[in-house]
């Protein structure tokens, strides 16, 4: 029973580029969480997707970012054009429905140079 | 505005001693407070969690004490050991149960 997975687990970036991280909830989950981590920091909430909607994005900066959780597949976090501001370790958490236990991926660590 | 404040921000205690960290909170629509250990390079897991409807909860060697009035809540390490070392988070959820708010961290360190 495999956890929440993400890939890449490291990802450099130069300044404008795209970055897109994936994050595979696990079995029987349909709820999909994305969070920031700042270095030296707590856990900021970005987004809350479940099978092709978006719940809530009020955590989500209002340009460049993007996220969506396909009917197949694996959720995205889409950066456009990256900045060095967006280094972070970016985690994301599944639960199987929107009141039980979310359990985290090991997340990805993005540095823009 | 920082919805949860946790201190301190870093702790060394002595193996067998008691880790004791705090958080406090101002939204009183906060009904769900779980506490997270995370080692370097991975991601958080879920130690202790707590309601507010009762004013403690232990799980081993962890406690959780809440206290509603004062909007605070603290988690208790007792009889720590150096594999405790970690950094710790509480957080802060509502009515929408997985959105989290997070407070700064305490790196916690235990010394053999």
């Known amino acids: 029973n495999a956890g929440v997975m993400q890939n890449p687990r490291h990802l450099v970036r130069r300044r404008g580029q795209e970055a897109r991280l994936r994050c595979s909830p696990m079995?029987?989950?349909?709820?999909v969480y994305w969070y920031r981590q700042l270095p030296e920091e707590g856990l900021k909430f970005m987004v809350y997707l479940q099978k092709e909607n978006i719940i809530d994005e009020s955590g989500m900066p209002k340009e460049r970012f993007s996220a969506e959780f396909p009917k197949e597949g694996p959720s995205i976090l889409r950066i456009q054009q990256v900045v060095r501001g967006d280094s972070a370790a970016y985690f994301c958490?599944?639960?199987?429905?929107?009141?039980?236990?979310?359990?985290f991926g090991q997340g990805t660590r993005l540095t823009v140079v | 505005q920082q919805q949860v404040k946790q201190s301190p921000q870093s702790l060394i205690v002595q193996k067998g001693g008691i880790s004791i960290i705090n958080c406090a909170y101002e939204n009183t629509a906060f009904d769900y407070f779980p506490w997270y250990q995370q080692f370097p390079g991975k991601g958080p897991a879920l130690l202790i969690a707590?309601?507010?409807?009762?004013s403690e909860k232990k799980e081993g060697r962890f406690t959780i004490s809440f206290n509603k009035s004062a909007k605070q809540f603290s988690l208790h390490i007792m009889d720590s050991q150096p594999g405790d070392s970690a950094t710790y988070f509480c957080a802060a959820s509502g009515r929408n149960f997985n959105k989290f708010y997070f407070g700064s961290g305490t790196k916690l360190n235990v010394k053999p």
């Open positions: 707590i309601r507010p409807d009762v």
């Open positions: 079995k029987g989950h349909s709820h």
């Open positions: 958490a599944s639960s199987r429905d929107f009141n039980t236990e979310a359990f």
